[in-house]
């Protein structure tokens, strides 16, 4: 049986990226220092989300993201005012 998750309202489920490179070769990495940032991508959104789609690469607040486990894959579930900025 196939496990499916969809957020409820305006809550939004996030992959962690691990490490993340630029196109120009710049290596982002995922938290700064002393701040409580990541980067991941968007993978399932809530019905009342208007501004994140499915796909896209945020940075979002750590301290915010409620984290669960599907089939030994990390996810996090977080509101879209933990979004903090796209990264395109």
Same mark, same amino acid.
């Given at each position: ?6 957020? /409820? ?5 996030? $992959?962690? @990226? $691990?490490?993340? =490179? !630029?196109? *120009?070769? @710049? #290596? @982002?990495?995922?938290?700064? !220092?002393? %701040? !409580?940032? !990541? ?5 399932? @959104? ?8 499915? %796909? +896209? ?5 750590? =301290?915010?993201? #409620?984290?669960? +486990?599907?089939? *030994? =894959? &990390? /996810? #996090?579930?977080?509101?879209? &005012?933990?979004? /903090?900025?796209? /990264?395109?």
């Amino acid at each position: 049986m196939e496990t499916t998750i969809t957020p /409820l309202k305006d809550r939004i489920l996030v $992959k962690e @990226i $691990k490490e993340n =490179q !630029s196109e *120009g070769g @710049i #290596f @982002i990495p995922t938290t700064k !220092s002393g %701040g !409580s940032a !990541s980067i991941g991508e968007a993978v399932a @959104i809530g019905k009342e989300v208007n501004e994140v789609c499915a %796909g +896209d690469t945020v940075y979002y607040d750590t =301290q915010k993201a #409620f984290p669960i +486990d599907v089939k *030994g =894959q &990390k /996810l #996090f579930v977080l509101t879209e &005012k933990d979004i /903090l900025a796209f /990264l395109n």
